[in-house]
């Protein structure tokens, strides 16, 4: 359904006619219209006000995106760049729309360009545009909004807004440092000062807590503050940020287990197959625990290091065997 979406997106840019940008950029844009057609006919009909808040960046972001060779690299830190500004400078259904297709093609990918945006075009390190954008992306209710005013269904609306909202919370989440976290304010009034008067960096820095450790007591104290501060996105935010962090944990934690796994069976000097008679399990059940596919119970890891302990050769065996 995105991709129907998105040709009618392109359909709608070729048939804009809304004021185009200033002739000083027209020259960039021309250039630029040679390779990536859709993104200079996205980009030019931008009605930027002379001397507005978005200028200086905007002639920026041409001179990077005119700098890209024509590459598959380059296409897609092109298109992420360019929606990104599109979708602070301008915000419509379209720049929304786009966003969910760019999300449902690269996933993750395209936080991490969209992380680079302020360090791409040497803009303050504040990280304005990355502040706006995580904001714009996660107003699912403005977005809905827009994106039905614009002819799109309702299902269509809420579908590209869900897919905006995680692209926001990845780019929250792509630049925290769990061993970077400030400590967290005392009080429901300094939270909503921080959200609403702070920026992304600000913000990353209090998720740290969590990155840290999200089984700690840190996720709840931020939560319930969210709840005192009556900010419940805040909260949403929290509680995401918390099981991805777990998620992440938890998927690290059994590759770990499965290296140990595969370390007993190594050092027991036995086939699979044999080990996995050993401690009473198929051998095709031991892949599944070698590989990481899944996690064995505490008490069958007890068996398998009890295992390996007893099938493991002694020294004396080793040296014989070896003669």
């Not at 979406?5 to 020259?27: Q, S, W």
Request: charged fraction near 25%.
């Amino acid at each position: 359904m995105l991709r129907r979406l998105h040709v009618a997106t392109i359909r709608g840019i070729k048939m804009n006619t809304a004021t185009p940008t200033r002739p000083e950029f027209h020259g960039t844009i021309d250039r630029l219209r040679e390779i990536r057609p859709r993104i200079a006919a996205s980009l030019e009909r931008l009605d930027l006000p002379e001397g507005g808040p978005h200028q200086q960046t905007f002639a920026r972001l041409l001179q990077e995106l005119d700098s890209f060779s024509a590459s598959s690299r380059h296409d897609v830190q092109a298109a992420v760049l360019a929606n990104m500004f599109e979708v602070v400078a301008r915000g419509d259904a379209e720049d929304y729309a786009e966003t969910a297709l760019l999300s449902q093609t690269w996933g993750k990918r395209i936080a991490q360009v969209q992380n680079e945006f302020e360090d791409q075009l040497g803009i303050a390190p504040n990280r304005p545009y990355t502040t706006a954008a995580i904001l714009r992306l996660a107003r699912g209710e403005h977005i809905r909004g827009v994106l039905t005013d614009a002819g799109h269904t309702a299902a269509d609306a809420e579908r590209i807004a869900a897919e905006c909202g995680k692209v926001a919370l990845r780019l929250l989440l792509e630049g925290v440092d769990g061993a970077n976290p400030v400590p967290l304010p005392d009080s429901p009034e300094l939270l909503r000062l921080i959200v609403e008067k702070r920026g992304v960096s600000v913000w990353r820095a209090l998720l740290a807590n969590i990155a840290a450790n999200p089984f700690g007591p840190e996720a709840r104290q931020l939560t319930e503050l969210a709840h005192e501060a009556e900010l419940p996105p805040v909260a949403l935010v929290v509680e995401a940020c918390t099981r991805a962090y777990r998620k992440r944990i938890e998927v690290a934690e059994r590759l770990e287990v499965s290296r140990e796994i595969r370390r007993l069976v190594a050092i027991s000097g036995c086939s699979q197959r044999r080990f996995a008679a050993h401690i009473g399990t198929s051998a095709s059940r031991l892949s599944t625990y070698v590989n990481g596919l899944v996690t064995p119970s505490a008490t069958l890891m007890v068996r398998i290091r009890w295992a390996a302990a007893e099938l493991t050769p002694s020294m004396a065996e080793r040296s014989r065997l070896a003669s």
